[in-house]
């Protein structure tokens, strides 16, 4: 029987770049001739990406503050997204994980139900947003999915560690690049103007949400000893603050008068603006204690710039040290200084590093193969 798919995602396009990482999902499923369709939100644009059917169940799911409102929203358009694509004859439903909730275990008890398959995607093994970590809820869902797919051996391995008896049916599929959806712009001057930066300074870039694993705290630091030597770099910060609250960056900016040397823009960035930021910057730099994988460092590479990143197993999947990008030592504010001091002293050839780094996500990180690697992983249910 052939494999119809059904992507079922509320998120969408509400406060990131999940829609890209969607689209080229089904992208990369389309070109090894899978059958896709896309459910989410009204807000998530049409990909009009051909023989793909597209649907809006969820509506404008996050247009209200109130939990319950939002609540109802959401249940009506799992449902209505579910009974639709089983009466469209989808057997396989595919849904994105960022944290694990008795929500995500009844909807995968209502597929199989209808005697469908369940895939799940891992972006984040145990959630950011709740810290409170439910084993025996975490071991319900993957002992009821028929398929796991993480981005890379890390997540995989932490995975086991909570149900070492799923270890059959997970597949490591790489997060892809978001190539097919930007546009390159190289004109730094032009990018700086429109953001009002200084054309002469090197810009540093710490883009994406504010949460504390993110390391802002550990950069901070680190920052307010580097422009002691090269007092010609700004830090131009892009993202808004977890629960809206800066207040504890806020501090640090204080304490080492630092105002003068940041370019605070601590709200959402829009889709349309983000090229800019990326544009604008010399160097992007992902200081994180803790994360899975990383759709920054990913869009980072995709925009030709070079990363600095921390030392993480997810991370270090990708980036090799002088090679392809840089590494520091997480949670180490001497490391990150020293790697920092020795980037803006042109110790490394950032122009090699860059090429490097641009072939690989090209190559490594095309939907294409991705797909194919995801085709197969549905081939083995």
């Known amino acids: ?53 597209f649907y809006q169940f969820f509506g404008n799911l996050f247009s209200s503050k109130f939990l319950l409102i939002r609540g109802v929203k959401y249940v009506f358009g799992l449902l209505t997204s579910i009974f639709h694509a089983r009466y469209s004859g989808c057997n396989i439903f595919h849904f994105h994980l960022f944290e694990s909730n008795f929500v995500v275990l009844l909807k995968i008890m209502l597929v199989k139900l209808l ?6 995607t891992i972006h984040d093994v145990v959630s950011f947003a709740n810290t409170k970590n439910n084993i025996f809820l975490n ?24 149900s070492p008896l799923v270890k059959g049916k997970i ?6 690049n978001y190539i097919p959806f930007i546009t390159v712009d190289n004109d730094q001057a032009k990018a700086r103007d429109f953001l009002d930066i200084d054309r002469s300074k090197k810009v540093l870039l710490f883009f994406g949400m504010i949460k504390k694993v993110k390391g802002l705290d550990l950069l901070l630091n680190a920052f307010s000893r580097i422009i002691k ?17 800066f207040s504890y960056y806020k501090k640090i900016i204080d304490k080492y008068n630092l105002s003068q040397h940041i370019i605070l823009h601590n709200n959402f960035i829009s889709h349309n603006d983000v090229k800019y930021y990326y544009s ?17 460092l990913m869009m980072t590479l995709s925009y030709q710039k070079p990363a600095l990143v921390s030392d993480l197993d997810p991370l270090n999947e990708i980036i090799e040290d002088g090679i392809n990008g840089f590494v520091f030592k997480s949670d180490d504010e001497d490391s990150l200084f020293n790697k920092l001091d020795n980037i803006f002293s042109e110790k490394y050839d950032v122009e090699q590093i860059n090429l490097n780094a641009n072939l690989k996500i090209k190559n490594e990180f095309d939907w294409t193969n991705i797909g194919r690697l995801t085709k197969k992983a549905y081939q083995s249910l």
């Not at 005697?115 to 799940?120: R, T």
């Not at 597949?171 to 892809?176: A, D, K, L, N, V």
């Not at 090269?230 to 830090?235: A, F, G, M, T």
Request: with cysteine; proline share 3%.
């Open 115 to 120: 005697f469908a398959k369940v895939v799940l």
């Open 280 to 296: 604008a910057a010399d160097l992007v730099v992902l200081p994180y204690k803790k994360i899975y994988q990383s759709g920054v």
């Open 171 to 176: 597949f490591i599929i790489p997060h892809g």
């Open 229 to 245: 030597r090269h007092s010609d770099i700004v830090l131009l910060i892009a993202g808004k603050s977890w629960k809206n609250d």
């Open 1 to 53: 029987m052939k494999k119809k798919v059904a992507i079922i995602d509320s998120l969408g396009a509400h406060g990131s770049s999940h829609h890209f990482y969607l689209f080229g999902q089904i992208r990369g499923l389309v070109d090894n001739e899978v059958s896709v369709s896309l459910y989410t939100n009204s807000i998530t644009p049409n990909p009009n990406i051909k023989s793909v059917c």
């Open 139 to 162: 071991n319900q869902i993957y002992k009821f999915a028929d398929l796991i797919l993480t981005h890379n051996l890390f997540s995989t391995k932490e995975i086991l560690k909570i």
